[in-house]
């Protein structure tokens, strides 16, 4: 676990300082050869960010699709990656779930739970988001949302109890530094590294993160 966290310093990803959307999502999809798609951005409007979507109650400003033909843009090539992001710079970076990598979705409380008992456990994670709205993502195998729901019962719990949502085709996350209006911006609890190239299974996750949301949802 410590190689993971100690990695972090070479890896290319996440942002370097200075860097545009633009170079972060090329490189999301050259390096780790994940889908990216461009969703909405930030518009200031007298003194206030709004979300390019015009909804003035939208509920996660310049962070979600665009269009409703997102899954159809979504992209695995650096150049049309560049492409799509040179219409639109400040374009948030989305990416599709059920591809490349399923995503477990947790409370934040849980999650970091989850996280102290996984690196007691010695267990290889792959990259975690933390999202503004007070959520984590762990980023695993493709195929965890079939799978998740029969594992969580065999662990005693039921899956209804629990505040633990697997993402998988048909949906999608938002990559760092995406930005949540005023709330802030998506960040790695895990950054994607070298040593966390390869994902793991959910069955290697499930067990810790179901226990932490367990707890939570007794509290």
Known sequence: MEETIAGTETAQIPKQRGESLQDIAVRYAEERHWDVFPGTWLEAADGVQRCSCGEPSCAVPGAHPARE????????????????????????????????????????????????????????????????DRRMQFFVLPGAAAKVPDLVRKLGWPLASLDLVVMGEGTYVAAPPTRFGARGAVQWACRPTPANRWLPDAEELISPLAYACGRDARR
């Open 69 to 132: 033909d997102w899954a159809t843009q979504a992209t695995g090539s650096a150049t049309v990656a560049r492409r799509l992001w040179a219409k639109q710079p400040s374009a948030s970076i989305l990416l599709p779930t059920g591809r490349t990598f399923d995503a477990i979705d947790v409370p934040e409380t849980s999650g970091f739970l989850a996280l102290a008992r996984m690196r007691r456990m010695e267990l290889t994670l792959g990259p975690v988001t933390c999202t503004p």
